[in-house]
């Protein structure tokens, strides 16, 4: 297997949409447009690829993805991880975001956050811990920002500061009852 930056291979970004799009369906247009956004300063789409000895990267079936959000300071925020369906459950899921681990800190970074509706015990596995008290409607959009405010006094070795206030009772949680944790790993 090999792992590259989807913006050193632009001939890669329909066959990393489609992969996206199965998993997340929208519309192809919007898709393309922010794949085609990685870049070295973040965001970066991160490709996991099956190389065949003989193969050029841009012939390789595209099996996986990551994107790479950079937060406050030394913290990267991940998003849309996806392993193709048919390769899932042989590891290739750990396998890549421990390829993830170790290319971020070469690059210096020490934490890494992530939100999940339902892949919790995944994470968990990889040796995430859920950040108690912040979870909200896997609708919200302002989740990021507001907790970068609240996560910046924050213990950042042991995720243990008090949860904040309970919700007030007004708190929609969506019609699909979904609902984001907030997880995280220092590396
Ligand atoms: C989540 C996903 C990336 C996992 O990839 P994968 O290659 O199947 O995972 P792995 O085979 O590397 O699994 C690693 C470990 O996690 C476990 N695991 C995998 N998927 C799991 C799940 N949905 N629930 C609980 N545990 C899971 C495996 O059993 C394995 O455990 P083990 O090491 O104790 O044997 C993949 O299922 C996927 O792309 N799902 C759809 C997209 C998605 O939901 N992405 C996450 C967005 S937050």
Redesign the pocket.
Known sequence: MKIVKLHEYPNLVSKCCSILNT?WPRSEAARMQSLEKSNDNFPISLLLLQDRDGNSIDSCDVVGHVKLNRELGDIIFIES???RPE?????????FMDQVEKFLETLGFREIR?T?TD?V??YQ?LGYKIVPGQVVPASSRSFKISLNHEQENRDQTTFSSPAPPPLPPSVSFGSSGFIKTLMAKHI
């Open positions: 998993e991880l996806v392993i390769f899932r459950n042989r590891g290739l899921g750990r396998y992530l999940t892949k015990e995944f596995k």
